[in-house]
C-alpha cells in the first residue's frame, strides 16, 4: 500500500516539475515516485555489484589453464 509523505521545495523548482510531469503525462507525485524508485534500485545495483567486483578480487583471476611462473614472464 503506498504512503503518502508531504515535501517541501522551492517554488520554482515546483513549477518546473509541475512542467516536466505534465510533459511525461504524469502527476508531480508520480514522477517524484518513479525518480526515488529508480535511485534506489540504481543504489543497490551498484551496492550488487561493488559485493561482486570484490567477491572476484578475494577469488583471484584466473587466466585459462596457462601456468605461469615468475622467470619465464620476465625473459628478456
Known amino acids: 500500500m503506498a504512503q503518502n509523505i508531504t515535501l517541501s521545495m522551492d ?8 512542467v516536466l510531469a505534465a510533459e511525461r503525462g ?10 526515488l524508485e529508480r535511485l534506489v534500485r540504481d543504489e543497490q545495483a551498484m551496492i550488487q555489484a561493488r559485493k561482486q567486483a ?18 619465464s614472464l620476465y625473459e628478456r
Open 26 to 35: 504524469v502527476s508531480v507525485s508520480k514522477l517524484l515516485a518513479q525518480e
Open 54 to 71: 570484490l567477491a572476484n578480487l578475494n577469488r583471484g583471476f584466473r587466466f585459462g589453464n596457462a601456468k605461469f611462473d615468475r622467470d
Open 11 to 18: 517554488p520554482d523548482l515546483l513549477r518546473a516539475a509541475r
